[in-house]
T-cell receptor
Framework: RKEVEQDPGPFNVPEGATVAFNCTYSNSASQSFFWYRQDCRKEPKLLMSVYSSGNEDGRFTAQLNRASQYISLLIRDSKLSDSATYLCVVNEGFQKLVFGTGTRLLVSP | EADIYQTPRYLVIGTGKKITLECSQTMGHDKMYWYQQDPGMELHLIHYSYGVNSTEKGDLSSESTVSRIRTEHFPLTLESARPSHTSQYLC????????????FGPGTRLTVL
């Protein structure tokens, strides 16, 4: 079983749609959680950190459920520029980051 | 925007050559990392460093070596490149807190013929 699991997609959605990505992690001692965005052939860039209370940044909302070891990302009003791969990332402590394989999102006109 | 740089961005080289991939950051971060990523696959940690003169191997076994003589500089060396080393190599750095973001360089895409 992978330490961080994501549905690889692709998720094909029209502009304006709402889309949700899920991620599960296996290490219950994990310390912190992030969503990174990676464009094709580019480096990953932090999209947002994920807090237990849930957090929102504009059109993006992240949720963490420690009991179920589950993280989610919701994107509202999808834009063409949101097309990318979204990486679920878990910090297992001492800055040991474990990356999921990513979920690919394609937003079409 | 992250201040972390990698050179070269692209490298095509023959088997058996020695190569060094450069990584430098101007954020004063003590922690630095090297990841390897094949197309469509997840990132795997191959080396990391907690500071000057500290180097550790990551989860993925790699024939590469690293050095950390200066805080801002974390080069990766392959003594004898092979086709199996063909991949994207990403350098990153962070602060000490577990909640600190890791910032990534633009990567070096290595092709060994």
């Amino acid at each position: 079983r992978k330490e961080v699991e994501q549905d690889p997609g692709p998720f094909n959605v029209p502009e304006g749609a709402t889309v949700a990505f899920n991620c599960t992690y296996s290490n219950s001692a994990s310390q912190s959680f992030f969503w990174y965005r990676q464009d094709c052939r580019k480096e990953p860039k932090l999209l947002m950190s994920v807090y237990s209370s849930g957090n929102e940044d504009g059109r993006f909302t992240a949720q963490l459920n420690r009991a179920s070891q589950y993280i989610s990302l919701l994107i509202r009003d999808s834009k063409l520029s949101d097309s990318a791969t979204y990486l679920c990332v878990v910090n297992e402590g001492f800055q040991k980051l474990v990356f999921g394989t990513g979920t690919r999102l394609l937003v079409s006109p | 925007e992250a201040d972390i740089y990698q050179t070269p961005r692209y490298l095509v080289i023959g088997t058996g050559k020695k190569i060094t991939l450069e990584c430098s950051q101007t954020m004063g971060h003590d922690k630095m990392y090297w990841y390897q990523q094949d197309p469509g696959m997840e990132l795997h940690l191959i080396h990391y460093s907690y500071g000057v003169n500290s180097t550790e191997k990551g989860d993925l076994s790699s024939e590469s070596t690293v050095s950390r003589i200066r805080t801002e500089h974390f080069p990766l060396t392959l003594e004898s490149a092979r086709p199996s080393h063909t991949s994207q190599y990403l350098c990153a750095s962070s602060g000490w807190q577990d909640t600190d973001t890791q910032y990534f360089g633009p990567g070096t895409r290595l092709t060994v013929l």
